[in-house]
């Protein structure tokens, strides 16, 4: 039975992702996006990482959510159906690229025996062990203020950066 969720939550999630991208409508977009997120709070669930998923639904879906709703309305993008993307050399070269990156991440990740990712992370009983040591907060914390701070930090400054372009865009028409 967990195993046909996951399958439900992932084509749900590919399938929010493909209509975040094809969408035409911003808030049509934004839909699909709350829908991925969800059914990635989802995935969490089945892998019984039930803080992941609450903050996935919390920081996420709600806030982050509600401030792209609010740059969108801002900006008054809902109204203007003009095509954005035009289908051209560049597009296409684009999607070859993203493909080929895609097709060498499967095929590393998915070779025989056992996987890079499977090798990288610890198994249960130490993750049990960890997490008595350490606590759940603790567990999480640690590496992701450690190992992985520079890509915390630059999701952040992302994100700085996206709002403070959506704000300068939306001043030079007001």
């Known amino acids: 039975m967990v195993e046909i969720l996951f399958y439900i939550?992932?084509?749900v999630a590919l399938g929010g992702a493909i209509g975040v991208v094809f969408q035409r409508n911003p808030?049509?977009?934004?839909?699909f996006m709350v829908a991925t997120l969800a059914s990635l709070a989802g995935i969490f669930v089945l892998f019984e990482a039930h803080f992941l998923a609450a903050i996935q639904i919390i920081v996420y879906a709600g806030?982050?959510?509600?401030l792209f709703l609010f740059v969108i309305m801002l900006l008054n993008l809902g109204h203007d159906?003009?095509?954005?993307?035009?289908?051209?050399?560049?597009m296409i070269l684009a999607f070859a690229v993203t493909g080929g990156i895609a097709g060498i991440?499967?095929?590393q990740l998915g070779g025989a025996g056992t996987s890079a990712v499977e090798q990288a992370l610890p198994g249960p009983e130490a993750m049990?062990?960890?997490?008595?040591?350490?606590?759940?907060i603790g567990s999480i914390a640690r590496p992701l203020f450690t190992d992985y701070v520079v890509a915390f930090e630059l999701t952040g400054l992302l994100l700085?950066?996206?709002?403070?372009?959506?704000?300068?865009i939306a001043k030079r028409r007001v």
């Open 27 to 31: 808030v049509g977009s934004l839909l």
């Open 160 to 168: 700085l950066v996206a709002l403070v372009g959506a704000i300068a």
């Open 81 to 90: 159906y003009r095509k954005d993307l035009k289908m051209g050399l560049g």
């Open 9 to 11: 939550f992932a084509a």
């Open 105 to 107: 991440l499967v095929r």
């Open 63 to 66: 806030a982050i959510m509600v």
């Open 128 to 136: 049990d062990q960890l997490i008595q040591e350490q606590g759940i």
